[in-house]
Every structure is written in structure tokens, then in C-alpha cells.
């Protein structure tokens, strides 16, 4: 079951991505150790005009994951959530809306998991760099990595 | 009404031959500035999706040194030059004057060196822009980051992820005469912008 699956933006599988400001979510029940890793660009699928990609947003990717995991057999009650990335790649002064959508990421993934009563138990957001994460769902441990920050397990 | 997704051949070759000459400008400018020929392969204009971006410069894990310039005007956009790490490192000692191999790690002059090599190619790839359109398309100040690809491309991506599952990327790769330097150059225009271009050549 622990495998690692490359995700590709805007896709969610259990395994790993580089992310910037998108933010990779980890789902799991530690009890029947069934989980998902969810990679979102944006925070809200109001905002799009033509996707297709219900993966691609946080208002719509994170419901889908959470009927996945539990059509698997995960418990909602049980579901623990981490979740890494929201960065700024590139400082810029005057900073658009769109250049800060890594913060914007990171407050709606919180708003929502909360909406969906879903427990926040780790977060490794924010900075201006880049990160790879990977979940190993014998035992929940969500490893994120850079390239000069190390790599730590949250 | 041009949509954008759904490019005729024509309007397709008309965005490669100005992406051509504007990189021919830059590899212009580049060779003067570092006084090496370089060589760049026709530019790529396709609709790619999104998620195999990060793909044309060797996967999202590979690190990278990204310089970003947003693009201002009536076809706003962004323009993003990627070099992997070693040929950053090799750009560098060249402009600074040393052996090769010197450099491991950017300071502070460093990534102002290499800012300025955007800037220096985004401006002479904007100008074959405005001579076959006539609509000018002025570069921000750059920044640089240097990371993963898949994160930085992440910057230019998000943007277009608004619109669709697919990115239209206009993308010249350089090569200096000793292989010592290859970069990549990526215009994205703007969703909306595209078409502002290609009404600007006259091929609607």
C-alpha cells in the first residue's frame, strides 16, 4: 500500500510533487491506514473560467478526496489532514493578488477542512521557497523537502 | 473571435516567426554580452497541459534558476527564463570574468548579474514583439529564484490554471557554442492576451 505515485499538478494521488505556492493536502486514518496526498493550485473554482479539473481547486478537490478516501474505507471521524507548500517564489514589492495566491491557498484549505470537521494536525506553509512532499501511509508521516532547508517530518 | 485554445496553423506560425526573431534577439544580445556564440532551436508554440510544464526543462524536481518578468501593456503576461543550476553557475563565472566552476552558490551580485541577463533578453524579445504588432509590451523589474522547477514554474502556471487545464507557451531554448550554457525561455501570455497579439499581426 505504501507506495510513491509522482503527483502531477492539479491531480492527487498518494506520493509526491514540487510545490510553490500549491499546496499538497494529506488525508488519513490511522487506524485502517488509508489515505490520499490532494496537490491544489488555487483556492476557489469560482475563479475559473473553462477547468474541468475539480482536482485543481481547493473548494472543489478537497470534497472529492474526502468521498475517495472514505469510499476506500477511511473513517471521516478519524481523518487527520497535513498539509505543506503555499509559498512566493519571487518577491516582488508590489506583489500582485495573484503572486500572494500561495497565502490565499493555505488560508482556504484551513477554512475548509474545519467547514468539513476535519482535524489540522500539521503545517509546513508560507516561505519563498519550493518543497516535495510524500506521504507514507504505514504510519501517516508526511515528509517535506527542499533543497537547502532540509527535509523534516511533520 | 479568437479562441485562443483552438489556434489555426497560420496564426500558430505567425506566433512561431515572431517568437523566432525575438529570440534571435536575445541570443543577440546574449552572445554580445558573454561574447559566445549561441545557438537556439525554433521556438515551440504549443498548447501543452498544464501539468507537463515542468517537463520541458527536465521534471519538477530538477533545481533551476528562475528569472520572472511580468509583462505590462495590452497583452499583459509574464516572461520566465530557466537555466538549469550548472549552466546559472557557468553564465555567472562568465559575466564575472572567472575559471569556470568557481561559482557553487549565488550571492548577492551574482543574482543581480543574472536579473539583468533577463532583463537584457526579455527587452530584445518584447521588441520583435512590437515590430510585428505594433502593441508595446513592457517588462517589470525581474526577480529571481532559485528551486525546483516545478515550483517556480508553479508562479506562471497559477495563472493560467484560472483559465484552463492547458497553457499556451511560446519556448526557445539556447545553447552556448561550448555547452557550457542552456536556457529556456517561456512567454505566457495572460489569458485574454493572445488574441490582442494575433489581431496585432493581422491574422485573425
Do not use: W
Request: with cysteine; hydrophobic share 45%; net charge negative.
Amino acid at each position: 500500500m505504501a507506495s510513491l505515485i509522482r503527483v502531477g499538478m492539479a491531480d492527487y494521488k498518494v506520493g509526491r510533487a514540487g510545490l510553490g505556492s500549491c499546496i499538497g493536502i494529506s488525508l488519513y486514518d490511522p487506524q485502517t491506514k488509508i489515505g490520499g496526498l490532494l496537490h491544489i493550485m488555487l483556492p476557489d473554482s469560482n475563479q475559473a473560467r473553462a477547468s474541468d479539473n475539480p482536482a485543481k481547486f481547493a473548494d472543489t478537490g478537497l470534497p472529492l478526496m474526502l468521498n475517495d478516501v472514505i469510499a476506500m474505507g477511511a473513517s471521516k471521524s478519524r481523518l487527520v489532514a497535513k498539509i505543506a507548500g503555499g509559498a512566493q517564489m519571487f518577491a516582488f514589492s508590489n506583489a500582485t493578488d495573484i503572486m500572494r495566491v500561495g497565502t490565499r491557498n493555505a488560508d482556504t484549505v484551513k477554512k475548509i477542512l474545519q467547514r468539513m470537521g476535519i482535524r489540522l494536525i500539521a503545517e509546513d506553509t508560507g516561505g519563498n521557497y519550493g518543497r516535495t512532499v510524500q506521504i507514507d501511509l504505514s504510519n501517516g508521516v508526511y515528509k517535506v523537502k527542499t533543497i537547502d532547508r532540509g527535509e523534516k517530518d511533520i | 473571435m479568437i479562441d485562443e485554445l483552438n489556434l489555426s496553423p497560420i496564426q500558430l506560425d505567425a506566433l512561431r516567426e515572431i517568437g523566432n526573431v525575438g529570440a534571435g534577439n536575445s541570443a543577440t544580445a546574449l552572445s554580445q554580452i558573454i561574447n559566445k556564440r549561441i545557438d537556439m532551436n525554433v521556438p515551440k508554440v504549443a498548447l501543452v497541459p498544464i501539468e507537463t510544464v515542468p517537463d520541458l526543462v527536465g521534471g519538477p524536481d530538477t533545481i533551476v534558476v528562475g528569472v520572472f518578468l511580468r509583462v505590462y501593456g495590452r497583452a499583459p503576461g509574464n516572461i520566465l527564463f530557466l537555466l538549469p543550476q550548472k549552466s546559472a553557475f557557468y553564465l555567472v563565472d562568465t559575466l564575472m570574468g572567472r575559471p569556470h566552476g568557481t561559482t557553487t552558490k549565488l550571492d548577492f551580485m551574482d543574482e543581480s548579474a543574472l536579473m539583468e541577463i533577463g532583463n537584457i533578453l526579455s527587452g530584445a524579445y518584447l521588441n520583435a514583439f512590437f515590430n510585428f504588432t505594433h502593441i508595446s509590451m513592457l517588462p517589470s523589474i525581474p526577480a529571481l529564484a532559485m528551486d525546483m522547477a516545478g515550483a517556480i514554474l508553479n508562479v506562471i502556471l497559477v495563472q493560467l490554471g484560472q483559465m484552463g487545464d492547458q497553457a499556451l507557451v511560446i519556448e526557445t531554448e539556447f545553447l552556448a557554442e561550448d555547452d557550457g550554457i542552456n536556457g529556456h525561455f517561456f512567454l505566457v501570455p495572460d489569458p485574454g492576451s493572445l488574441a490582442i497579439l494575433i489581431k496585432g499581426v493581422g491574422v485573425e
